[in-house]
């Protein structure tokens, strides 16, 4: 899923017939996730929370979606590596309610999401394994 068609054609064109089999494409935003409550057992979100200008809602829809003891796989940047003086210029990102480290594992807490195991840069971003608790 990607709201850009245009990256859904090229991820399509990319994989062969074989590949793809057993694999749907589609235009969607990740604010509005078209999944039932508790449906999914994992999300991947590479580089997609920092692109949202509102990423609280957008992580929020994640944690509706995902079923007790799913997991969110996330790969996160954060401002000082994109909005510093010669990317801001290059890089379209918004410029408003940014998310730094505390900022989103404060958030992912905030909605269930135990934040299991990461690495992290301050200056750069985050890797993460967030498992959907069972105990609320």
């Known amino acids: 899923m990607d709201l850009d068609i245009q990256m859904i054609q ?4 990319y994989l062969s017939s074989e590949q793809r089999a057993g694999i749907s494409f589609y235009v969607g935003d990740v604010i509005r996730l078209p999944y039932r409550d508790v449906t999914l057992d994992a999300i991947f979100g590479f580089g997609i929370l920092h692109h949202v200008p509102d990423w609280q809602r957008a992580l929020a829809e994640i944690a509706r979606v995902l079923k007790p003891g799913g997991v969110f796989f996330m790969e996160e ?6 909005q510093n003086f010669i ?14 480290s505390e900022d989103l594992k404060g958030a992912l807490q905030g909605l269930n999401l135990h934040l299991n195991n990461f690495w992290e840069h301050p200056k750069i971003g985050i890797l993460g394994i967030s498992i959907k608790r069972t105990d609320r």
Do not use: D, E, I
Not at 10 to 13: E, G, L, S, Y
Not at 87 to 100: D, M, S
């Open 10 to 13: 090229k991820a399509q064109k």
């Open 87 to 100: 990317t801001k210029h290059v890089l379209l990102h918004p410029r408003k309610n940014r998310f730094l």
């Open 77 to 82: 940047l954060y401002p000082s590596l994109y």
